[in-house]
């Protein structure tokens, strides 16, 4: 399902990705097309985003995308500080990218941003809340920005099965997953692994810089 390393053409040609990998379903085919024909348009990545809410909206209801995100693995260890996304398609020509994220129940995350990405996060299973930030402050001490800061809390929300969440990039957020196994798919408009995000300890007042999660490539079949 993968299209990473492709070529343009051999991109738009094959969505099934290196060597023609079979198993990606038509559903998550139809979105990616969709999105690519909206990349070919002079719009910003929000407004183009936004206009594929619709796409993401019928994705998240394929019942077997569902079933197939029941063995899907949560790569993760919140515990260790250790995060993956499940990696399952990055556009040869235009770098957006399609991303699972599995929680198990009670994980949470981290207080982080995303850095430069767009991120729109949709629920197809489960249910977690999240809260969002903002810093009071600019940052002072020998480290500059990365000590002395004041956060503050904007608000909080349950999230459930069809929501979609736009996370703009430099967004202060965390999730606290439910009593279930929670599955993301998300949609970023570059690769996370290779840009710089960053995690808060508001309790310490400081800031880490770190790459986001490591990138698992993973097929539908």
Do not use: C
């Not at 207080?111 to 402050?137: A, F, N, S």
């Not at 349950?158 to 929501?163: D, F, I, Q, R």
């Amino acid at each position: 399902m993968l299209a990473i390393g492709l070529g343009q053409t051999e991109g738009r040609r094959n969505l099934n990705g290196i060597g023609g990998n079979p198993g990606m379903l038509s559903s998550v085919e139809t979105f990616i097309s969709e999105l690519r024909t909206l990349y070919a348009e002079p719009i910003d990545d929000l407004t183009r985003f936004e206009r594929a809410r619709p796409a993401l909206q019928k994705l998240l209801e394929d019942p077997e995308l569902k079933a197939r995100a029941e063995t899907w693995p949560s790569r993760t260890n919140p515990d260790a500080g250790y995060y993956e996304n499940l990696l399952f398609y990055e556009d040869p020509e235009y770098g957006f990218v399609i991303n699972a994220l599995i929680k198990e129940p009670g994980d949470e995350t981290p207080i982080h941003d995303h850095g430069d990405v767009l991120t729109v996060y949709g629920v197809l299973t489960g249910g977690e809340t999240v809260k969002r930030y903002r810093r009071v402050e600019n940052g002072a001490g020998p480290n500059g920005e990365d000590e002395n800061i004041e956060l503050e809390l904007l608000g909080d929300h349950e999230v459930s099965p069809g929501y979609i969440d736009f996370v703009p990039p430099g967004d202060i957020h965390v999730e606290h997953n439910g009593p279930d196994r929670t599955v993301g798919i998300i949609v970023r408009n570059g690769n996370v692994g290779k840009n710089l995000q960053s995690w808060y300890d508001a309790e310490a007042g400081t800031r880490k810089r770190r790459y986001g999660p490591t990138q698992v490539p993973h097929t539908l079949d």
